[in-house]
């Protein structure tokens, strides 16, 4: 089993539609999870951190659920520029490196 | 103000033949980091450094070397280039442990390499 997990996708929306994305993880010790955006062709780049109770960035929701070890991004009012592919991050087991999920695509359409 | 800077940017070998990359950053950062992205496989973990002198193995640490002489690089070299190692290489670098107080990690261009 992969330590981190998420659905290929591609997610094709509607602009102005909400979309959420899952992940879990494998490792109940991990303490620190994040999103990362990644643009084609082009060099992973932090999106937000997620914590605990939950977090909010704009239209950007993440959620985390430790009990049953799964992580969710919710994009309200999906733009054409949202269109990317969503790396879900966990701290690895030393708490030296990161381990990244395979990603989402997700494609906005007009 | 650089960040993370690669070179080169894009290469192609022949079996067989060795390169190195290079990976610079000047945020005076402790941690840095060797990954590759392939198709479908997200981004895994070569070797990595948590500070001047020392390296580590990551998920992925065959036919590949490293080294960090200098706080500021970090060097990535295949002694001996094969078609399974073509792939998109990637560089990043952390002030420390991955935590939600600093920028889990900052990341380079890429490097698009080729094995023919």
């Known amino acids: 089993r992969k330590e981190v997990e998420q659905d290929p996708g591609p997610f094709n929306v509607p602009e102005g539609a909400t979309v959420a994305f899952n992940c879990t993880y494998s490792n109940s010790a991990s303490q620190s999870f994040f999103w990362y955006r990644q643009d084609c062709r082009k060099e992973p780049k932090l999106l937000m951190s997620?914590?605990?109770s939950g977090n909010e960035d704009g239209r950007f929701t993440a959620q985390l659920n430790r009990a049953s070890q799964y992580i969710s991004l919710l994009i309200r009012d999906s733009k054409l520029s949202d269109s990317a592919t969503y790396l879900c991050v966990v701290k690895g087991w030393d708490g030296n490196k990161l381990v990244f999920g395979a990603g989402t695509i997700l494609r906005v359409k007009s | 103000n650089a960040g993370v800077t690669q070179t080169p940017k894009f290469r192609v070998l022949k079996t067989g033949q060795s390169m190195t990359l290079l990976c610079a950053q000047d945020m005076n950062h402790e941690y840095m980091y060797w990954y590759r992205q392939d198709p479908g496989m997200g981004l895994r973990l070569i070797h990595y450094?948590?500070?001047?002198?020392?390296?580590a193995k990551g998920e992925v640490p065959d036919g590949y070397n490293v080294s960090r002489l200098k706080k500021q690089n970090f060097l990535l070299g295949l002694e001996s280039a094969a078609p399974s190692q073509t792939s998109v290489y990637f560089c990043?670098?952390?002030?420390?442990?991955?935590?939600?107080?600093?920028?889990?990690?900052?990341f380079g261009d890429g490097t698009r390499l080729s094995i023919l």
């Open positions: 450094s948590v500070g001047e002198g020392t390296t």
């Open positions: 997620v914590y605990s």
């Open positions: 990043a670098s952390s002030p420390n442990r991955p935590s939600h107080s600093n920028q889990p990690q900052h």
